[in-house]
Every structure is written in structure tokens, then in C-alpha cells.
């Protein structure tokens, strides 16, 4: 077969460069000849000479073509029909032309694999080809895996692979995994690979397996894959304990040396560290770590590590990890994790000051945005009304109590949560007063509102708050009214009495009472009423 039958289409891409050359190189070698003002004649031998040899080979003379090259130009041949694929006129031909593609690749895909542009070609073949081609195309790649999961291109078709293989084909991946999952999660290429079979196609079993690899070689071979934690291992094995948090310190460093802080394995991994060690270990793995927490604490183990880097950490590390989440912390509130983190920074970090500028800062200016959201109103009720469990889940009263009695703080904690909510009141009572009258007759509403109007501090501020709730009770009620009304309402009407039931701290500790407030905007027929 000649080179010239295989690019005789004048439209073709190859073609197309060829032409493009052609004319290139007649311009330049007449714009030469007239910009210098000499005679092309002695200059053409060399000319000539240079053309013949950078001739593309649909210039070349018809000849017998070894086999290694019929080769070379079938794969060249592959890129337009891909690109083919990607233009939307032409999706009902697509099972046509994936068989044509198939048919040029066949038997030599471990040859283009690892090229960055055919390697296109073999992932378009992975995601639309039947299930027939697909399980050809696994068939002569399968033993090449972890090969193809390290390089710069192929890796990309293993991810297809993943995504689009069947059952037993992700199984296999998964398979010839096993035994590399820590040194891959230390490759930059494959650690990719990895973190998407573990995140998003591992069953638990297989989860469990991996984190385990990470304990040193006995676990690469023999795992136990009931056991969820290393914490679980080490009590169900308290004699192999100081090998086994050796081994998976050894490997937590080189992970942090890497920085492959992006991946919810390497976040499972250094929380189980950080939850089975002490002492200087677990002091040296706070300092390397405290800058980088802002890229952990989306997963739920990502947050469980920074909590433990919280509770565990110097004044310097609190220090640090609250300077890393500057411009982050209204993102990290709406996180489903995340938010948990800045509920320990209130329960941990003495100073209030550096909470209230770095933290509180950017919550009052994003305030309106931080409550309407789910996580962040959480924060919202947690700052201000504490660990009440009307207003904090229970689950989440259990986590954060074990930080409780940590050596790093000195604080009294009512004190700590009383210096933070007078920075935030200003700006809370702000909302309540506009948002107040339209809320009353939302029930989920009304419950913030009590956790906001009991636990902020007293102030000018919060009495005229008081006398737009007290206004709003005191308008007449009339039975079968189409008007809405406070009393009527029973959100409201409870908002009201919890309100009420609260005065009798507000009077112990010689502050004005919202009863008294009340009494004196009700008019008598309002009383009566």
C-alpha cells in the first residue's frame, strides 16, 4: 500500500497541512530571492536539496511502504476519523465509524497509548464503542495498568476505563492495584487514578483495604477488611501498635513532602495518624500540615484531621491554620464538613481578638448570605446559643466534646463564647430588625430567631428589637381574622413565651426584661384581647 492512496482525500486534515506547506515554502523562497536582491541560481541546489528531504509523505512518489510505517501512517489516520466523532452530525454514524477506528487500532494500541494525541483516540473508543470493542481494547491493555495509571496521557484512559468499563473490568483495575496503593498515592500522575477508584467506585471493603496498604507490608498483602479504622486495628491487635503507627507515620510524610493534600485517601490517612499518635509525633504532623488544612477540610476525614490539628496544635498552630482560611471562611461555612472546623475554632482558640478580626470578620460581612444557607446558619445558632442542644444536632455536640479539656486551652469557655458573641451582635441584631416581621410566620425562622434573641448579649440595640416583637404583639386579635397574627400563629406564639421564660435570667443578672417591654406597649383592650 502507498502513502499517497492513504491521504487522497483533498479535505482530509493531512492534506490540508500538506497543501499549507507547499505554499509556505514557495512564498519564503520568493520573498528571500526579492528582499535580497541577488539571484536565486547558485542557492538552488540546497534548496532543492532541503526540499527533498522535508518532503511530507503524501508528496513523496508512490512506493512499497515497509510494514513498520503502514503502521505510523494507519494511527495518523485515526486522529480526523476521532476528531469525526466529536462533530454532532455525525453521532448516527457513530457506531459505523467506531468500528472503522477500531479496525486501524487493533493490535497496536499499546503502541499509541502513551502518546498524547492518539491516546485520544483509544479513550473515545472506551467511552462510545460497543461493549464488544471495549472488551477488545481491555483485553490487549489489561496487563498494563499501573503502567498506564503513572504516565502523563495514558492515565486518562484508565479513568475512562473506570468510568466506562464493566463490572469486571473496574474490578480488575481495582485488582492491579492492590499491594502498590501507597507508593502510587505518592506518584503525581497516579495518585489521580487512585483517588478516583477509591472516591468513586471502591465499595467499602475495597476502601478499607486500601487505607490499610498504608500500614507497612504485612497489610499489602493481608488485610482485614471488616476493620473501618486504624484505631479498630490497633485494638484489636494492641501489640503490633508502635510497627504499625511507625509505618504509617513513615508514609504520612512522604505524602505531606509531596503535597498531595487533594485527595479525600491521603485525608483518611492522616486522620487515622493523627487520631492513634501523640507526643512529638503527632506535634511534628500538626506543624507540617497546619498551613494546608484549607485544602482537607471539604472531606468529612479532611475535617476530622484539622479538628485534631485544632485540639491538639500549639497557640503557633491555631495561629496558623486561622491565617490559612483568610478569604475562605464564608466558602468554608456552606461547607457540609468544613463548617464543623470553625465550631472547634469557637470552642478552642483562647484568643478571641484574632477569632474575632481573621473569623468573625468575614462572617458579619457575608452575613446575610452565611444564614440563609443550611451549614451556616448552623454556625450562626453554635456561636451564639453554644452547645443547646434545641438548636445543635446531637452527633455533632458528641464530636466537638472531644475536644473538650485539651491542654492548649486555658480560657473558661463561657467567657470565650461571650467575648465572640459581642463582636457578632451588632451585626445579628441588624438582620433580626429587618428581617423580623416577615419571619414571624415561619416556623424554622422563628427558631432562629429564639436561639438569637436568648443568647445575644443585652444591649440598646437588642431593646429595639424587643419593641418591634413587642409592637407586633400587641396588635388586636381578632378570631377568624384573614390577617395573620402572632398570637394565632403558633411559631410565633411560642417564640413569644421561650422569650418570655428567659426573663427570669435577665432579671437575676439585673438586665431589662422583655415582659416589661411588652406590658408596656400592649394597650388594656390589647390585654384583654
Known amino acids: 500500500r502507498s502513502s499517497n492512496s492513504l491521504g487522497a482525500d483533498e479535505d482530509s486534515p493531512m492534506q490540508g497541512a500538506a497543501s499549507w506547506s507547499r505554499r509556505t515554502s514557495t512564498q519564503r523562497n520568493s520573498e528571500d530571492t526579492t528582499t535580497m536582491g541577488c539571484s536565486a541560481q547558485p542557492r538552488e541546489p540546497a534548496r532543492a536539496e532541503r526540499t527533498r528531504k522535508t518532503r511530507l509523505p503524501s508528496e513523496e512518489p508512490a512506493r512499497d511502504v515497509p510494514r513498520e510505517e503502514v ?8 486522529i480526523p476519523m476521532w476528531w469525526k466523532h466529536m462533530v454532532k ?5 457513530k457506531h459505523k465509524l467506531t468500528a472503522q477506528l477500531h479496525a486501524l487500532c487493533k493490535g497496536n494500541i499499546k503502541k ?3 502518546a498524547h494525541d492518539t491516546v485520544r483516540v483509544v479513550e473515545c473508543l472506551m467511552a462510545m464503542g460497543e461493549e464488544k470493542i471495549k472488551e477488545e481494547i481491555f483485553q490487549e491493555l489489561k496487563e498494563d495498568i499501573v503502567e498506564m495509571a503513572k504516565s502523563k496521557y495514558a492515565n486518562f484512559f484508565v479513568q475512562k476505563l473506570l468510568r466506562y468499563g464493566s463490572k469486571e473490568q473496574k474490578l480488575h483495575v481495582m485488582k492491579a492495584m492492590q499491594g502498590k496503593v501507597a507508593k502510587l498515592m505518592k506518584h503525581k500522575t497516579a495518585g489521580v487514578v487512585v483517588e478516583l477508584a477509591y472516591n468513586d467506585y471502591a465499595d467499602a471493603a475495597t476502601r478499607n483495604s486500601m487505607v490499610q496498604e498504608f500500614l507497612g507490608p504485612e497489610y499489602r498483602l493481608f488485610k482485614e ?25 513513615a508514609n504520612v510524610d512522604v505524602l505531606v513532602q509531596k503535597g498531595t493534600f487533594n485527595h479525600s485517601l491521603v485525608h483518611t490517612v492522616l486522620h487515622n495518624y493523627l487520631a492513634v499518635t501523640d507526643g512529638k509525633r503527632r506535634a511534628d504532623c500538626i506543624e507540617s500540615i497546619r498551613d494546608q488544612l484549607i485544602h482537607m477540610l471539604h472531606s468529612r476525614d479532611g ?12 497557640t503557633k498552630d491555631r495561629k496558623a491554620i486561622i491565617k490559612s482560611l483568610k478569604t475562605y471562611v464564608e466558602k468554608t461555612c456552606h461547607e457540609e464538613f468544613g463548617h464543623l472546623v470553625l465550631m472547634g475554632i469557637f470552642d478552642t482558640v483562647d484568643d478571641t481578638k484574632l477569632v474575632g478580626k481573621a473569623i468573625l470578620g468575614e462572617i458579619t460581612e457575608n452575613f446575610k448570605k452565611i444564614v440563609s444557607d443550611k451549614y451556616g446558619l448552623r454556625v450562626v445558632k453554635y456561636l451564639v446559643g453554644g452547645r443547646n442542644p434545641t438548636y445543635i444536632y446531637p452527633d455533632a455536640v458528641k464530636l466537638l466534646q472531644q475536644g473538650d479539656g485539651n491542654s492548649q486551652s486555658k480560657k473558661d469557655p463561657a467567657v470565650r463564647r461571650k ?3 459581642e463582636v457578632v451582635a451588632p451585626t445579628v441584631l441588624k438582620w433580626l430588625a429587618e428581617q423580623l416581621q416577615a419571619g414571624l410566620y415561619n416556623p424554622p425562622m422563628t427558631i432562629t430567631f429564639t436561639c438569637l434573641l436568648n443568647h445575644l448579649p443585652a444591649s440598646e440595640q437588642l431593646s429595639r428589637v424587643w419593641s418591634l416583637l413587642a409592637e407586633e404583639a400587641s396588635k388586636p386579635f381578632l378570631q377568624g381574622d384573614d390577617t395573620p397574627n402572632i398570637i394565632e400563629a403558633g411559631a410565633s406564639n411560642m417564640l413569644i413565651k421561650k422569650v418570655v421564660l428567659k426573663d427570669k435570667e435577665r432579671h437575676a443578672e439585673g438586665h431589662e426584661m422583655f415582659a416589661k417591654v411588652l406590658m408596656s406597649t400592649v394597650d388594656p383592650a390589647g390585654v384583654e384581647a
Do not use: Y
Open 225 to 249: 477488611t471488616e476493620v473501618r479504622t486504624v484505631a479498630e486495628l490497633i485494638a484489636k491487635h494492641p501489640e503490633k501498635k508502635e510497627d504499625l503507627i511507625k509505618h504509617l507515620g
Open 71 to 78: 503502521t505510523r501512517i494507519d494511527h495518523e489516520d485515526c
Open 112 to 114: 499509541i497509548i502513551f
Open 419 to 421: 467575648e465572640l458573641t
Open 303 to 314: 475535617a476530622m484531621a484539622s479538628l485534631h490539628c485544632l485540639w491538639h496544635g500549639t
Open 89 to 93: 452530525e455525525n453521532e448516527q454514524k
